[in-house]
């Protein structure tokens, strides 16, 4: 069931070592179910227990770390060797008596790496502060390092491999948002289109299998249009009402988001109707100037010089980079595209800008999901920026 | 948009004050989504950035921190008065120089409460080892508590409002095993029918919408059967293979989980025969003993030595307490029914059995999702444990 080569998650590995190095450190923690199934092939919806994978300087492959049970969809899943898959007894579960970490500090004396330079994901949800608590308590000898967004890091810029399953992810992102628009119409009820929307985000493309997103459809209507992040309900959509979508294509846990804004009338307000051609506008000459070498705080320069020479404001960052997720967030938590960023862009990144708009009197999403080329972008999806 | 009486948020926020005072915490910092939802009817897919809602005994109604774009979302979804509304700027979000409880910090400093007794949810994946770090140094007067899961618990005994969602999750679950089941068949691919799925899940049954579970559909078949927590591929059922499914009915995120296992021949292997039969008559015997006044551990006991006295083995928890829950988990973290849990049975708790069994040679899953009622149990949703 591997997804990519061996040889690929190996030089995945390499690259995670060569950052720790970087960073003084000689075992890392991974929490991140992103970076647990980037750095071995590891997935499975078993991160609402405690689990991890060990990456050591001393040890070639990294070591998987989780509950019991799902040892065997780890030796399904993961390229790692068997003597590399440990698992912890279920009377650590949601236990006050043990934590899985106690089980993992066993695992470290047993390697002899208790006295290393220990980094953790310290702000990645899946470590808590619990799980701090009981390293730190278990292994006195250990000196500890933040190390949250190093795998994110490493991730940030995608091989030809990974590119291809955003490209499969971008066509289901077509077909979600054709799905949506098929079947947002005044008097049909949100839950309905929301069944739709996700019916097809699951099914895919052709002879590819869609993926559960990393986050649900957001879909907001009426009153709602004035915040992001609600989903849906029984409520009917009512004529001459704007419908904010923010969608996604996904493909083995490579995302493709999509946003698009619909509105059920043909006489949309004057204010939304000045918003969205600023917006659009703006995104196009946002986009225009992405390139390598350019720095990311360059490019939000450029979005919010020209919104506001056209009396819109935004206060929020304009996007992020994606890739491989899992719920909560298909963010990758390393680039935001804002001031003050100054990565310099990459050919193979991958960004979602999504410049949406959420105020008392109007409400309008766009987004474009793109690769950084040789010389400058590539859509990941091929889809309007109006909706028909 | 309020999903429950004022009078029975305000109940719920009064049982976690009771609670707080006889851990000895003056302020509580609520993560848990789910928390927040129970004590506030906040509700958004905004859990993916910090956010959280503080209980304080010198204030009658929680106050709400979240991101700016998330705050009219607060506004619309929750009871809280405007004031006990704070919004964090976007900088905050991803950020190595800010953190968001840096400005929760500053909110507990402007209310004065930078001297209490303040209790952490110091396990659940939403407050991270970061938060912590943040809070502590921000705030050197106060003194920190382990409060986990202190709400998990004041959440155990669910309201008849409660249990009235929940009723409708668990029609929701009939409706959702009825279409696994009239699309699962020799020649069918995964992915379309957990699309089917999960247009169930979302379309919901009659006048209520379904809402997204906190998992999504778990579906083994073939290989993966030996292991829980797998998803769906492009593969294509096959004849004489079991699929081992766990799905859920979701109302306004209460949940109702629902789990089967279809055999797609005529021919069940002995051994599945024999261990379906076990578990099958195990977990009904198990049911019989539940009522109130019993413990939970005399409940798992009853379960255990059926199975042994009938040579079949399972060394994971049966169950646990469910009710509103958001992903990763729709089990509450208090309750899990296994040896040592002496937790006593009471009238409306809301608990998941699931005798999963899933071994190298045999896979077979069957659950209730019960309440408890005056003198026994009531079923929250009716299907039969063998699947037509």
Redesign the interface.
Known sequence: ?LLFEKSEYRKRVENTKKSMVANGIELLIVSHPANMNYLTGY??????VHQCVLVSLDQEEPTWIGR??????AR??SYLAKENIYQY???Y???I?C?PMDFVVDIIKAKGWQKKRIG?E????????????VLHKGLPEAIFV?A?ILVNWVRVIKSEAEIRFMKIAGKIAEKVMETAVKYIKVGA????V???I???????VG??????P???P?MMSG??I?????????AVYQANEPVLLELCGTYRHYHCPIARTIFLGTQMPKKMKKVSQVVKDGLQTTLDSIKPGVSIESIEKIWRDYIARHGVEK???LG?SIGVNY???W?E?TI?V?E?DKTIVQKNMTLHLIP?I?Q?DVGYELDASIRVTDDGIEHLFDYPFDVD
Chains 1, 2 share one sequence.
Request: aromatic content about 14%.
């Open positions: 069931m997935d499975g919806w078993s991160f609402y019991g049970m799902d040892a065997n969809g399904i899943t007894a279920d009377d579960v949601h236990s008596i934590h953790v310290s702000d990645q949800f899946y470590f808590t502060h619990k799980s701090f608590q933040d949250n009820r949100e839950c309905d929301a069944a739709q996700v019916r097809a985000e699951y099914e895919g002879e590819y299998a869609g993926d559960y990393a986050i649900v957001l009153e709602a004035k915040t992001p992040h609600l989903t849906w309900t029984e206060k929020a960052r992020y719920p909560p967030d963010g938590q935001s804002r003050g949406g959420w008392e």
